[in-house]
């Protein structure tokens, strides 16, 4: 494994209803190099396509924004920070074009889109240190789901499910052992589940430093624990290493 770590994004779309709120997420492939198996938030690497589309829009320091929405519009066809008439209909076209092998640009101007970047608000920026086969160095956005019924659709061959659920619901399928979710994402789902809706998640984001969460380990009573720093949102900062990588 190369010590340098790959440029990463991954967009957590939340999603307001009389029921309480709810959050995108996909479930990984048993097959995929990283988080097999796993439920995580839409995203991936940033590649270049998103550096030259980032550069076009006049914001160069923003393909991680750009990644994001892709990445997103990928794996499950929702399509959040769009300007212009999406439908789920067309999100769905957009993800085969995408998975296919098309270029999100081509594709936003031949369907007169634009992408908001500045609908997405930086939530988080985390570095698993750890020796895993990759090691990501991920931007976490937030941003509101489209307006409309979107059902996801999870990206053949990478995704195995795409669902909207409750932070909380996660939480308990993964304590529950019916699901699996790697430690940065259970930490994000935790301090997910501290809001009720969408604002609160905003004033959450904007209230806390998104500097690098790097965790590491210590010992805690005579047991080794994953920790990662406190005053950044987060209601569990320490988990147990038994635990912290086998959910």
């Not at 789920?88 to 594709?107: C, W």
């Not at 990206?155 to 399928?173: F, H, K, N, T, Y």
């Not at 979710?181 to 301090?191: D, G, H, S, Y």
């Not at 959450?204 to 005579?222: C, F, L, Y």
């Amino acid at each position: 494994m190369s010590d340098d770590a790959i440029p990463a994004a991954t967009l957590v779309v939340w999603k307001d209803s009389g029921t309480g709120p709810e959050i995108l997420v996909v479930e990984r492939a048993a097959t995929m190099a990283f988080a097999a198996g796993a439920i995580v938030f839409p995203g991936g690497r940033i590649d270049d396509a998103d550096r030259r589309l980032a550069v076009a829009l006049g914001r160069p320091g923003d393909a991680a924004r750009v990644t994001a929405i892709r990445e997103t519009i990928e794996e499950t066809g929702v399509m959040p920070a769009i300007e212009g008439k999406v439908t789920p209909v067309l999100g769905l076209k957009i993800q085969a074009s995408l998975n296919s092998g098309a270029d999100l640009s081509t594709l936003l101007h031949a369907h007169g889109l634009q992408l908001d970047l500045d609908a997405l608000t930086p939530f988080a920026r985390w570095m698993p240190a750890f020796k895993q086969p990759r090691k990501f160095d991920t931007l976490f956005y937030v941003a509101a789901a489209p307006a409309g019924l979107w059902i996801p659709s999870p990206q053949e061959g990478e995704c195995v499910a795409a669902e909207w659920a409750s932070p909380m619901q996660l939480l308990d399928r993964v304590d529950r052992g019916e699901a699996s979710a790697i430690f940065p994402t259970k930490r994000n789902l935790e301090r997910l589940a501290q809001h009720l809706d969408f604002e609160s998640v905003l004033a959450d984001a904007r209230n806390h430093s998104i500097d690098t969460i790097i965790p590491w380990v210590e010992d805690v009573d005579g047991a080794p624990h994953v920790k990662i720093p406190d005053g950044r949102g987060y209601p569990v900062i320490s988990e147990p290493l038994a635990t912290a990588f086998r959910a």
